[in-house]
T-cell receptor
Framework: GQNIDQPTEMTATEGAIVQINCTYQ??????LFWYQQHAGEAPTFLSY??LDGLEEKGRFSSFLSRSKGYSYLLLKELQMKDSASYLC??????????WGAGTKLIIKP | IAGITQAPTSQILAAGRRMTLRCTQD?????MYWYRQDLGLGLRLIHY???????GKGEVPDGYSVSRANTDDFPLTLASAVPSQTSVYFC?????????????FGPGTRLTVL
């Protein structure tokens, strides 16, 4: 079956770097998504990885290893506005997204 | 309007009542989705529609129904609400059906069933 694991909560300091991990188990693979969700708001798209390796997009980067069923989201030069939940999601065999429970990131000054 | 809108923003409902959550998108996206989000759990798919006129069941469809009469609208109906349906409900859309397309979310409806 499908399973996605993420840490429940992480704390980091403003200006620092943080890595949020996601491990998944799927039958077949059709890419992996990262979304950001601020408290009380809707999720918004951050990245999509379908090939192995690191994709950089400004302060945010996403890494994928298909052989290990592993991805991480790397946030650099953390800002207070980065305090949010980060959601990992993968398509299932019917191409509908299965979502992790999300990682709540707390940024401290 | 631009993007996806949902109504109402929040609602308190007595158990046993019927309720329809509205969702409208103006991006001409083919696919639309309804999720519920509960504390400690990931988003869970209730129903989806790959194109106007078709619908499908997601992970947690019981107690909910949907219709897709046109491209823009995808209402979610609770025929007889129960307290376990207390949740935040998100509507989303994507240009193409299939899990590889980015989904865009509405602002959500916070529903409390007493």
């Amino acid at each position: 079956g499908q399973n996605i694991d993420q840490p429940t909560e992480m704390t980091a300091t403003e200006g620092a770097i943080v890595q949020i991990n996601c491990t998944y188990q799927t039958s077949g693979f059709n890419g992996l998504f990262w979304y950001q969700q601020h408290a009380g708001e809707a999720p918004t798209f951050l990245s999509y990885n379908v090939l192995d390796g690191l994709e950089e997009k400004g302060r945010f980067s996403s890494f994928l290893s298909r052989s290990k069923g592993y991805s991480y989201l790397l946030l650099k030069e953390l800002q207070m506005k980065d305090s949010a939940s980060y959601l990992c999601a993968v398509p299932d065999s019917n191409y509908q997204l299965i979502w992790g429970a999300g990682t709540k990131l707390i940024i401290k000054p | 309007i631009a993007g996806i809108t949902q109504a109402p923003t929040s609602q308190i409902l007595a158990a046993g009542r019927r309720m329809t959550l509205r969702c409208t998108q103006d991006m001409r996206h083919n696919a639309m989705y309804w999720y519920r989000q509960d504390l400690g759990l990931g988003l869970r798919l209730i129903h989806y529609s790959n194109t106007a006129g078709t619908t499908g069941k997601g992970e947690v469809p019981d107690g909910y129904s949907v219709s897709r009469a046109n491209t823009d609208d995808f209402p979610l109906t609770l025929a007889s609400a129960v307290p376990s349906q207390t949740s935040v409900y998100f509507c989303a859309s994507s240009d193409q059906s299939g899990g590889a397309d980015t989904q865009y979310f509405g602002p959500g409806t916070r529903l409390t069933v007493l």
